[in-house]
């Protein structure tokens, strides 16, 4: 959505330098930044578990969903670390934990509490992660649990003795993540999710989250991330110009189209796509030149409305909805 962070090294790079001092200005005065973090991420856990698991009958591919955002202390300072874990009232500085749970959701009514160590996974330790990047081990995590079947209980050992037992369902593909930065960005990557805290702080309510996330899971469901590399797009410098850009935007077009068909399914209010995408294409701040890899705000704002309308249209006749694209999006070419 915002194409400075499309690319996969500007992700890597953003995300190891503004977790161990987070850059975002918007915690209220007195509270830490890492309390404000943690409220986005429960945020984030509620809107992508309620997407990802009322949409699941309609995804070509399902993972497990357990309705949680994992934490490592890894992904702070040291000097900066017991701060951070305190907001999730987290003392175990080795382990990873859980950070964030959506309201009744398996691992909320197994009842695993925020701040809890995890010290292993199904009798096995917990994954480690490969390299230096902060995010490695959570990473692991997340891929270990996206590969295990739906609806099979997994034993998840907190602390020296404790042991819970969680039973995930199924749900659109996707894990979530919150980046403590403050530009008003989101980046989908077909595996996850990233929603910036500058995102969630421009966003009026849930509603408004919930259509910017519904965006980005849209292109993971339409495996956007891939279909792009399998045709050859440059995400480097090249993007904005000729095939390239055309395609991107192809991209873009889609997951307007299915966000809103994604929102719907939730439960959410549909026209809020259009309405959360009017604010942010006036914002203060935007870029003022158009990025050739979107459409304007314009077209997008009426695209979104020509959606909610067809979904509107489709429950007035009784008809049971049936979103775009899913099936057979166009090829990229
Ligand atoms: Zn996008």
Redesign the pocket.
Known sequence: ?VPMLSNARSIVAILSLSMVAPTFAAAPAGQSPYSALAATEARVAAIGFRLTTANAAWCPVTQPQFGWIWGDPRLYALDRRAEALAAYRADDQNHAFIAALAPDSPAATAGVRIGAPVTAIADAPVPNGQGSHPFARITAIETSFAARPVGTAIALHIGAARIFSVTPVAGCVSDFRVEANDKPGAV?DGRMVLVNQGLADFAADDEDLAAAIA??LA?NILRHRARLDAAGVDRGLGKQFGRNARLFKQ??IE?DRLSVWLLAGAGYDPTSAARFWDRFGQRKGRPLLQAST?PSWRDRVAALNAEAAAIAAARAAGQSLHPPLIGAPPPLE
Do not use: L, N
Request: hydrophobic share 35%.
């Open positions: 959505m989908a965006h980005e292109h991209t873009e997951a979107h």
